[in-house]
């Protein structure tokens, strides 16, 4: 078995499920529709790798209705719904094919023997994590601040937010973790709150991927309309001292000069 190869579990289900749906459906279909959808999956799940208990689903779905399934469990096939009560009767009763899915079972730990050496087991890959930052409403102070994590595989994560060093719970929500479906997720933790000066906040993220949390910081900043206003201050106040400064050098340059001028002027006049 290469690397990466998956086995499919079985093929030959796929000609029985031919004849069934023949044999099994006759007679019982619900009015005719112009379309319907029907889904076969087969799925195997583990307890613990393939070291713990083994499990073979294979279902039967109409109309993402599942109506049949063999459990490797139970050792037979159960009707889910009504309609699949005719199938399970029918397959239960070709006792060749029980034996056959029953020993199915074993395909699954070889299945995973080979995802892991493949890497499809096991994989792991690291979180980007970013902050943005929105106010709640405009003229309120408080604040949402998202801390967003993206790409990272497996999908167990846990996303923490800390205020001056101290784990924040109160304000805290989180989205649901979101398969991006490339085999990769995403998740995101929101904090409410009420920024001020000096206040550092840090999203943390621990992840598989990674031995130590991964760690991205957000402080509070001044906003752009207090950065103008302070401009807007700071340029009038020295508009100020450049006319003050001016006004007053004029002022000193006439007051000197007056002494002069009147008597200029008078010996012009006389
Ligand atoms: C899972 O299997 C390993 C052996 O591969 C064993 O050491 C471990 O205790 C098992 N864990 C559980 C929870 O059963």
Not at 66 to 93: I, K
Not at 124 to 145: M, N, R, W, Y
Not at 199 to 213: L, M, N
């Amino acid at each position: 078995m290469g690397p990466g190869l998956i086995l499919p579990a079985t093929l030959l289900p796929m000609v029985h499920l031919c004849l069934t749906l023949v044999h099994g459906v006759e007679g019982r279909l619900p009015p005719p529709v112009a379309h319907f959808l029907f889904q076969r999956k087969f799925q195997c799940h583990f307890a613990n790798g393939t070291a713990g208990q083994v499990r073979l689903f294979d279902r039967y779905i109409r109309d993402r209705q599942e109506f049949v399934r063999f459990d490797s469990r139970r050792g037979d096939f159960e009707a889910v719904t009504e309609f699949g009560e005719p199938d399970a009767a029918y397959w239960n009763s070709q006792t060749e094919w029980v034996e056959y899915l029953r020993a199915a079972v074993e395909n699954c730990r070889l299945n995973y023997l080979a995802a892991e050496t493949g890497h499809v087991v096991g994989r792991k890959v690291k979180p980007t994590v970013k902050i943005s930052f929105t106010k709640a409403e405009p003229l309120s102070h408080h604040s949402l601040l998202i801390c967003t994590a993206t790409g990272y595989y497996p999908s167990e994560i846990k996303i923490k937010w800390l205020k001056n060093g101290q784990e924040q719970t109160e304000g805290v929500g989180y989205s649901e973790d979101f398969q991006n479906g490339d085999w990769t997720f995403q998740n995101q933790a929101m904090l409410e709150t009420v920024p001020e000066q000096g206040d550092v906040y840090t999203c943390q993220v621990a992840h598989r991927s990674v031995e130590e949390p991964i760690t991205v910081q957000w402080e509070p900043q001044r906003s752009d309309s207090a950065n103008s206003k302070l401009w807007t201050g700071a340029m009038g106040g020295l508009l100020g001292v450049v006319l003050g400064v001016g006004g007053l050098s004029l002022y000193l340059r006439k007051k000197k000069a007056l002494p002069t001028a009147p008597a200029a002027g008078l010996m012009s006049q006389s």
